[in-house]
């Protein structure tokens, strides 16, 4: 979970392939765009066709690199990686990406995502021999890939991919490729785009305008592309009729500016304030957002309802993230520094505020009674996503069942909880319409229950991984 309370990514991958380029550098300013999908620590590898760099540190990505670091990663393939964790500890031995290294093969790894029988297959490796320096699933993974008998990469690829179970995007860099892949349902996103006669892969789109690059298109589900000298080949090595795209994505977790599916996020949370509105209504003198990641839904909400748009809620961007201050007085301290009430505004009104979620209930309480102190009259909470009530096994960091507000309230319950005027949340139906996607495209499950694949995804969870999540074992 992040400082703000809000569910998290586990990871942002770059990789790029790109003779005659500073590689490195481009990843890096790559990661630093998609820093937002993990904070925790960051990493970049380079091949150059006969020997790999690699830097990774916890931190930042301008904390962790310099000009001095990157001008010794030399090469044309790059693969970077920010992390936060969600498999393994956080520390530098989960940080990626991971290497694996057979004879003259080497294989430089970045996912990002939750490979669920990670476990499983890590013990079947273990019998085998192999060692393993961190707890994280991706190390299993690029350890399958180096131990596949295939002298063909992208074969090696193709059979670590019917090994391998769970949501992944994945970037590879081989001596002469970089290889992207998607897992079946294609939880987590995974893009492409052209710089220069070259390819560049990422998490999101919001990384190509900052090097130069284009997007092309999104990786397909069950896709595999490799790239090389030749040119890209694609090739799938599945094909579902349904998808699984993360709902969750367009709602909080990619930055706004990004394109997935062919869908602006930015405009899709405008569209999932105006359905709000039209789900929702209030009598209110103003619409304020929760900075920052609410702005285009207050924005859509306010064009939607005719109530005008004000900012309520000031942010201090450069505070330092409240979960390293140690007691809950000094987090509750916290909170408050980082959102300050504009009283000049807020003050006698009545007002929308709107939320893009509400996870465990106490940072929304925490802003409802700032706002009241600085002499708010109403406040309606407006939250342009249904209730939470489940917990996610795709790559999305989030709290035990038992922790969700919603999972034992209902929305009247939660209303009191978080002593709002009114609470209205955007019902399903209308969130999957903002995205103008089909149902069976996105993965819904932490909103309604409904995972993909239940009986064939659970059961290879271990009881433990179920447990830690307040699940127990499908019957
Ligand atoms: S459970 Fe929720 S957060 Fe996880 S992949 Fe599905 S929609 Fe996204």
Do not use: W
């Amino acid at each position: 979970m992040t400082e703000n309370g809000k569910p998290r990514e586990e990871c942002g991958v770059f990789g790029i392939y790109a003779p005659g380029e500073d590689v490195a550098k481009l990843t890096f300013f790559g990661l630093f765009t998609l820093q937002h999908r993990g904070q925790e620590s960051a990493g970049i590898g380079v091949l150059d066709g006969k020997k790999y760099s690699l830097y990774k540190k916890m931190g930042l990505v301008n904390q962790i690199f310099d000009e001095e670091k990157i001008s010794k990663l030399k090469g044309h393939i790059a693969v970077g990686h920010n992390r936060y964790s969600t498999t393994g500890t956080s520390n530098i031995k989960n940080a990626g990406p991971f290497v694996s290294r057979r004879k003259m093969e080497t294989f430089i790894v970045a996912h990002n995502g939750n490979i669920v029988n990670a476990g499983r297959l890590k013990k079947v490796l273990e019998r085998k021999g192999n060692k393993f320096k961190s707890t994280c699933d991706t190390e299993v993974v690029a350890q399958i890939i180096a131990d596949s008998k295939h002298k063909d990469p992208a074969k090696k690829i193709f059979s670590t991919m019917y090994k391998i179970d769970g949501a992944y995007s994945l970037i590879i860099g081989t001596k002469n490729e970089l290889i992207g892949v998607r897992d079946p349902l294609g939880f987590r996103p995974l893009v492409l785009g052209r710089l220069n006669g070259h390819y560049v892969l990422a998490s999101e789109s919001c990384a190509f305008p900052e090097i130069g690059a284009k997007l092309i298109r999104d990786i397909k589900p069950g896709e595999v592309v490799v790239i090389n000298e030749k040119g890209i080949k694609s090739y799938q090595f599945s094909h579902k009729k349904r998808a699984s795209f993360c709902i969750f994505e367009y709602v909080y977790l990619a930055r706004p500016d990004s394109i997935m599916n062919t869908k602006s996020v930015y405009l899709t949370r405008e569209k999932l304030g105006k359905l709000l509105a039209k789900e929702h209504p209030a009598k209110a003198d103003i619409v304020i957002p929760v900075p920052d990641s609410s702005v285009p839904g207050a924005i859509g909400f306010s064009q939607q309802s005719g109530i005008e748009y004000r900012e309520g809620l000031i942010k201090n961007r450069y505070i330092a993230r409240t979960f390293i201050f140690p007691d809950q007085r000094m987090r509750e301290l916290g909170v408050k520094m980082k959102l300050s009430p504009l009283r000049e505004v807020v003050a006698g009104k009545n007002i929308v505020l709107v939320d893009d979620s509400i996870v465990r209930g106490t940072t929304v309480l925490k802003i409802v009674r700032l706002l009241k102190e600085a002499g708010v009259k109403k406040i309606h909470v407006r939250i342009t996503a249904p209730p939470i009530k489940n917990p996610c096994f795709y790559g999305v960091d989030m709290p035990r069942k038992e922790d969700f507000i919603a999972n034992n309230k209902d929305v009247e319950e939660i209303r009191s909880q978080i002593e709002a005027d009114s609470l209205g949340y955007l019902s399903v139906e209308k969130m999957i319409e903002a995205t103008g996607l089909s149902e069976n495209a996105l993965c819904t499950a932490c909103f309604t229950g409904n995972y993909p694949l239940k009986g064939e995804f659970l059961k290879v969870l271990t009881k433990d991984a179920l447990e830690q999540k307040g699940l127990s074992l499908p019957s």
